[in-house]
């Protein structure tokens, strides 16, 4: 139905940056309110950011808030999470998905397979 890619992952230096890409395939994702998850070794997979289907609302956790910030291309089909400041605690597999809902953390479809972030210190 929809297909998730993500990219933009890579090893960085604490407190250095990197952007996430979701590109979205198949069907329009405009409509839908999005999610970047993350999960580390030896961890739940956690909603870090989301994002309302206009891009006009958005809500992190708290591990990642001021230094995250995630947005939208509906034109495109695309979602970004601009990442800085990044610390070692970071470090985990990078997931995109469509949420049921602005209020949810419920992911909508299938797992991609991520983009891996390493932070080193």
């Known amino acids: 139905q929809v297909q998730l890619v993500e990219s933009g992952g890579g090893l960085v230096q604490a407190g250095g940056s990197l952007r996430l890409s979701c590109a979205a395939s198949?069907?329009?994702?405009?409509?839908?309110?999005m999610g970047w998850f993350r999960q580390a070794p030896g961890k739940e997979r956690e909603l870090v950011a989301r994002?309302?289907?206009?891009?006009?609302?958005?809500s992190y956790a708290d591990s990642v808030k001021g230094r995250f910030t995630i947005s939208r291309d509906n034109a495109k089909n695309t979602v970004h999470l601009q990442m800085s400041s990044l610390k070692p605690e970071d470090t985990a597999v990078y997931y995109c998905?469509?949420?049921?809902?602005?209020?949810?953390?419920?992911?909508?479809?299938?797992w991609g397979q991520g983009t891996q972030v390493t932070v080193s210190s």
């Open positions: 994002i309302s289907g206009s891009g006009d609302s958005t």
């Open positions: 198949g069907r329009t994702i405009s409509t839908y309110a």
């Open positions: 998905n469509a949420l049921q809902g602005y209020y949810s953390s419920r992911p909508r479809g299938s």
